[in-house]
């Protein structure tokens, strides 16, 4: 396809059209597609999980520019295999186990193909009155799963809304928070604002500081300690803050964490909560990840204290078999995010907002247009009910468990962090290394045979694991939570990993 010459219009001998949006061809090739993603993720685990491809490789793919006569779906699907694919890094297969899971379920896709059908640009309640009113229902429905307190559900006195992500839900929220405070010491004293997580806290904190004009001197990543397993803790904060306000800075916000990036720590939310009150912070929870999992009653003790935060989101995209993009942000205040985030634009002004009997869902995040979210969240929790939602997050803890035993029977690992959710987190111990390698060795060669084992294990393509350095400790992180992951996949990982520290550990001998 690459040699074509696609420099001169060429005869159009392509079936003709009605339009963009022809019926007959929507329904032909629709079913065409659905064949076509079903055949895919039959094939799946076919592929490598992790992409081989080199830099560059779709450029010398692909023509130079596009196509001036239409081309069958047919052809585009064909170069979607040929092309496209071994481009991927495949996220739904099985036998990924990096990052954290991004999963996909019949209901989410289902839902996601509505949310394109209807297309609505739901900035106001006008314009689409069932996508505002359906995203308030779903929102505290989710609540309710959760058990949040009233004051976070719009039945009590806050409320929730749909995001494309943890970065837009923090900067609403850090930019309330900052707007509330410069209103009681104003504005010039923007300096003088300080944020507070820990090292263990995404990264999207610190970004989003910088984005909302707070000094990057003035972001506090507290360091926290294998022995609390990375937990931030109380005591720490409070001398943190203590020491700012000495120095004249003014604490605002904090960022509390249910199940960090590198190991799901789950910080104590209760006390940081009770010193965050002490000295007037916002606290926003970010359970990105594990927050999914808060639905199951053994969990629930996760967020137990959440009643003193101001703010909490999780991403229902990660392990809640809700499609990119779709985050969910509750507030306590509304009001306070209304004030940072609205704007008074006549060419939007209508009966409807003016009598303060609606939510214009504009007001509560960035951007002005929004997707139609909540209605793939809505056949989600509908497709499958709260009991089934359980039992596939207990199914996947279940099979982390599962890997987490066999790491523990290996005497040449160990288990680095106490397993919390899903995620595991192991190296080769130090004792292993020293025995296969009398020489002495520093924490520094451990990481680096450790790295050379992660390398190996995804140069495979069989399976596809991720990193994270804690406490100075390089470790492999095994997220099991892919919606196609049975058992079986499990086992198979975890002998790639047996097969590569052989080999890796006869070099380390030499």
Known sequence: MGSLNFDHPQENNSAHMSGPLDLVELR??????????TDYYQNIEKHPVLSQVQPGYLKQRLPESAPYNPEP???????????????????????????????ISTAGFLGEMLTTCFNVVGFNWMASPAATELETIVMDWLGDMLKLPNSFLFSGTGGGVLHGSTHESVVCTMAAARDQILSRIGEENIGKLVVYGSDQTHSVIQKVSQIVGISSKNFRAI???ISSSFALSPETLRLTVCSDMEAGLVPFYLCATVGTTATTAVDPL???CDVAKDYGMWVHVDAAYAGSACICPEFRQYIDGIEGANSFSFNAQKWFFTALDCCCLWVKNPSALTKSMSTDFEVLRNKASESKRVVDFKDWQIALTRRFRAIKLWLVLRSYGVANLRNFLGNHVKMAKRFEGLVRTDERFEVVVPRNFALVCFRISPSAISKANPTPSDEKCVNEVNCKLLEAINGSGRVYMSHAVVGGMYVLRCAIGASLTEEKHVAMAWKVVQEHVDAILSLTMY
Not at 28 to 37: K, L, N, S, T
Not at 75 to 103: E, K
């Open 73 to 103: 779906i047919e052809t585009i699907l064909r170069d979607v295999q040929d092309h496209i694919v071994p481009g991927l890094t495949h996220w739904q297969s099985p036998n990924h186990f990096a990052y954290f899971p991004a999963t």
């Open 270 to 272: 209760g006390p940081l």
């Open 28 to 37: 032909r090739q629709g079913h065409m597609m659905i064949d076509f993603i």
């Open 223 to 225: 360091e926290t300690t």
